[in-house]
């Protein structure tokens, strides 16, 4: 890999009839122009991520809409290995929830945590369905000041789009976020939309898809802040 460029995995498995996936590559080449950068993407498919060898390349990680993923080990390792090698990572819909979902099982270690989607009568099924769907949906989220995601945005209200059914579980909610893991965001009836990770340069993952306003010409600035912090890392 050349040096110079900033390298980022997409972690997930390529669909090119999904919104988001369309999104992904035209919101990087949007951030790369705007940073004067050379940014270089490459997808790692689930089912293809079976050791940490394949990760150490790259600069940052982005886990992608889309799930379940064909390999939910595959992502989690990913994940995993991005929060624990301090890389930048940034997580959208399925990868917001499997980003609290590695976090719950290696940090607080709840080995029996479950996504409720591939495993519904799980005890402690930790990503249930929302109360209300939000597929093709577009919300208010409320930030906290000084978030990451609010120093992106330059405010801490801002309206994006989903498409999403699963989110965190209320029953393990309190419990979730009693460690290094923190609520940034909120819709206006106080539902989790987004968490960071305290202690790490930039672990940030979001309910909603803010690649999304890259398909109408606007550059999502969680993907600016993501490359930023890879040019930080880096030098």
């Given at each position: 890999?050349?040096?110079?460029?900033?390298?980022?995995?997409?972690?997930?498995?390529?669909?090119?009839?999904?919104?988001?996936?369309?999104?992904?590559?035209?919101?990087?080449?949007?951030?790369?122009?705007?940073?004067?950068?050379?940014?270089?993407?490459?997808?790692?498919?689930?089912?293809?991520?079976?050791?940490?060898?394949?990760?150490?390349?790259?600069?940052?990680?982005?886990?992608?809409?889309?799930?379940?993923?064909?390999?939910?080990?595959?992502?989690?390792?990913?994940?995993?290995?991005?929060?624990?090698?301090?890389?930048?990572?940034?997580?959208?819909?399925?990868?917001?929830?499997?980003?609290?979902?590695?976090?719950?099982?290696?940090?607080?270690?709840?080995?029996?945590?479950?996504?409720?989607?591939t495993s519904p009568d799980?005890?402690?099924?930790?990503?249930?369905?929302?109360?209300?769907?939000?597929?093709?949906?577009?919300?208010?989220?409320?930030?906290?000041?000084?978030?990451?995601?609010?120093?992106?945005?330059?405010?801490?209200?801002?309206?994006?789009?989903?498409?999403?059914?699963y989110g965190v579980n209320?029953?393990?909610?309190?419990?979730?976020?009693?460690?290094?893991?923190?609520?940034?965001?909120?819709?206006?009836?106080?539902?989790?939309?987004?968490?960071?990770?305290?202690?790490?340069?930039?672990?940030?993952?979001?309910?909603?898809?803010?690649?999304?306003?890259?398909?109408?010409?606007?550059?999502?600035?969680?993907?600016?802040?993501?490359?930023?912090?890879?040019?930080?890392?880096?030098?």
């Amino acid at each position: 890999m050349e040096n110079s460029a900033i390298h980022i995995a997409l972690i997930g498995d390529y669909d090119p009839q999904v919104t988001a996936h369309q999104a992904i590559p035209v919101a990087l080449g949007m951030a790369a122009e705007h940073a004067g950068l050379d940014v270089q993407f490459q997808w790692l498919a689930t089912d293809g991520i079976n050791d940490d060898s394949s990760l150490q390349d790259f600069d940052g990680f982005w886990c992608v809409p889309a799930s379940p993923y064909r390999n939910e080990d595959g992502a989690l390792r990913a994940i995993r290995f991005a929060r624990e090698q301090q890389r930048p990572f940034l997580g959208t819909c399925g990868g917001f929830q499997h980003a609290v979902l590695e976090y719950a099982r290696n940090v607080l270690g709840w080995g029996d945590a479950e996504h409720g989607e591939t495993s519904p009568d799980a005890t402690r099924a930790l990503l249930t369905p929302l109360t209300c769907s939000l597929v093709e949906a577009i919300d208010s989220i409320h930030l906290v000041e000084g978030s990451l995601i609010a120093k992106a945005y330059e405010s801490t209200v801002i309206r994006e789009g989903y498409r999403c059914r699963y989110g965190v579980n209320p029953q393990f909610e309190r419990d979730l976020l009693s460690q290094e893991l923190s609520a940034e965001g909120h819709d206006s009836t106080g539902d989790l939309r987004a968490v960071e990770l305290r202690g790490h340069p930039f672990f940030v993952a979001t309910l909603f898809q803010p690649e999304r306003a890259a398909l109408k010409g606007i550059l999502p600035p969680l993907v600016s802040a993501l490359i930023d912090a890879c040019v930080r890392q880096k030098s």
